[in-house]
């Protein structure tokens, strides 16, 4: 077994991009202001920025095969906090925007990088019970940056939440220049990207985890992308918003600590995926009727305790056929179900509230989960 690195220093280096990512949201009226530009145009900087971020864990997933895990993380935190201190002097709205590229290239590493070394030093059992801690770490990041990003920009504008993040990305270069252990396989196969990517197209039991964790992630983000406008026709104020996002955040956590004990119990990971995936399935039906209150926080709760519960043992599991070239496959995985993510908030969004789309979304994961059989039907449609 690899070395391991410490586990509260991946959960960090793998909230790192969600938090910068949240925390630079409340900044888009300031940066309006200050560039002069209308805030639908300051958005373009969002919509970048996962367009690049995709690019960016193909990139530092390949590059952790070739150079080491170490290597790759230092590096790519060293382009993100660059970055950040390049957007915070930038004049023009095109400089921060190419900024905002850059940083969002640097940010993947956290993603990729830190999952491959997790999946380098851990077995499968005590992976899926890691990936519990990394899934709690996730689903607070969101709350951690919004709030923090609130203070920043009211203190300080834009240019003092770039400062925080060139900072944070600084603190964590240190802390993983004096603890972060190589975790990288002596022996790497360094096959061609692309013979790697036609057998991971193909493979039908990962398309299924990849179609698996965009649907958790679409029914979480979607509330982060329509809730402030169902809270407004609620008649709630913004800040009401940001602290039902705790609340989200401890339903998580409880998602996750059910997770561990049931894995400590021997319980199997596919039956808390069907479990995780049935709450979701319940949780969409009920927020879609329940929109009209503020009751539907309630079955939002059930859709985050199976997001707590279902990502670790998905992610945990996904890449098991491709130890030999983790970092690539990872990438790979990674932009597979980035794109899918993309794909499904961009649906989703059309439309200010929380429509049936949610629920579609909800069965195909319930079915991916219950039936085999549905993986072996997709095999089939993919090799025609």
Known sequence: MNPSPSLWLMVVLIMFPQIVETIYSPALPDIASGFGVSVPVASQTLSVYFTAFAIGVVFWGVMSDWIGRRKTMLAGLTVYGVAALAAMQAQQFEALLLCRVLTAFGAAVGSVVTQTMLRDSCDRAS???????????????????????????????????????????????????????????????????????KRMVVDTHLWRHAILVAGFNVLLFSYYLQGPFVFARLGYSPQVFGYSGLILAAGTVVGSFLNKQWLHKGRSQNVLIQVASGLALAGAAGVVILQDSLWFLLPM??????????????????????????????????????LLIGVGLSVAGMTAEFSGFHIIIAVLMALLSLSVKATSMLEQVLRR
């Open 127 to 197: 992976l899926a019970k890691a990936f519990s801690y990394v899934g709690m770490g996730v689903s607070v990041s969101p709350v951690i940056g919004m709030l923090a990003g609130g203070v920043l920009t009211e203190y300080g504008g834009y240019p003092a939440v770039f400062a925080v993040l060139s900072l944070l990305a600084g603190v964590l270069w240190l802390l993983c220049l004096l603890g972060l252990p190589e975790t990288r396989p002596r022996e790497v196969a360094r096959a061609s990207l692309l013979v790697l990517g």
């Open 301 to 338: 709760l059930l859709i985050v305790v199976g997001y707590g519960m279902g990502i670790p043992n998905i992610l945990s599991q996904s890449l098991q056929a491709y130890q030999a070239q983790a970092g690539s496959a990872g990438a790979l995985f990674g932009l597979q179900y980035y």
